[in-house]
């Protein structure tokens, strides 16, 4: 088992900047990727930025972060891992409740995990 919490969102105005951050505990070592992803009301959960946690740390984000959020990881040990997402030139549009997301493989079967969510509201 996996378990995620998510903590950092807030209220900013648009241009500021927010650090979430994602702990991650439990069975690490059966996770290859992490991400984090979004929904707005009245729209469909998106992906926002994903990180390899297999060993290569290469990241993918959504056309409409690139170049201002950042995805990154820490590892202090083989039971907690954080993954952070640093989030610039915040936009309105940005407003979303955001999620953790961990994909772990475990005898060729997939598993997905999920934070609670943390709310980011961007103000005009």
């Known amino acids: 088992q996996v378990r995620l919490v998510e903590s950092g969102g807030g209220l900013v105005q648009a241009g500021g900047s927010l650090r979430l951050s994602c702990a991650a505990s439990g069975s690490l070592f059966s996770i290859n990727v992490m991400g984090w992803y979004r929904q707005a009301p009245g729209k469909q959960r998106e992906l926002v930025a994903l990180i390899d946690s297999s060993g290569s740390g290469s990241t993918n984000y959504a056309d409409s972060v690139k170049g201002r959020f950042t995805i990154s990881t820490i590892s202090r040990d083989n039971a907690k891992n954080t993954v952070y997402l640093q989030m610039n030139s915040l936009k309105p549009e940005d407003t979303a409740v955001y999620y953790c997301?961990?994909?772990?493989?475990?005898?060729?079967?997939?598993?997905?995990?999920w934070g609670q969510g943390t709310q980011v509201t961007v103000s005009s």
């Open positions: 997301n961990a994909n772990a493989v475990r005898l060729a079967v997939n598993y997905n995990y």
